[in-house]
């Protein structure tokens, strides 16, 4: 179910740096981890960042530890993924994803993604 929405994709030089943001105005995501994904051209979507609901735990894939930081920002529903120190195969379409359950139905788990924003680094 696509009910997210990201922006901030473009064209980069190698070691440039873009944020990606990841927004809705359907649900509050408040009660969602958020995941970044990434799917490069012939390859298989793989996972990038998460976040957790409160933004006290957060994950990385080794390829990108230490050049990109995922946050949130509850008050203004949005999750950001900044990416710096930017590298070639770091070209892909970016995805967000937020899994969770609504405080009113806790037992029904809900999964949203996005349409994706391209990201490309060349020079």
């Known amino acids: 179910q696509l009910q997210l929405v990201e922006s901030g994709g473009g064209l980069v030089q190698p070691g440039g740096s873009l944020r990606l943001s990841c927004a809705t105005s359907?649900?509050?995501?408040?009660?969602?981890?958020i995941g970044w994904f990434r799917q490069a051209p012939g390859k298989e979507r793989e996972g990038v960042s998460c976040?957790?609901?409160?933004?006290?735990?957060?994950n990385y894939a080794d390829s990108v530890k230490g050049r990109f930081t995922i946050s949130r920002d509850n008050a203004k529903n949005t999750v950001y993924l900044q990416m710096n120190s930017l590298k070639p195969e770091d070209t892909a379409v970016y995805y967000c994803?937020?899994?969770?359950?609504?405080?009113?139905?806790?037992?029904?788990?809900?999964?949203?993604w996005g349409q994706g924003t391209q990201v490309t680094v060349s020079s």
């Open positions: 994803n937020a899994v969770g359950a609504e405080p009113s139905n806790p037992f029904v788990p809900r999964n949203y």
């Open positions: 976040i957790s609901s409160s933004g006290g735990s957060t």
């Open positions: 359907a649900f509050t995501l408040d009660y969602y981890a």
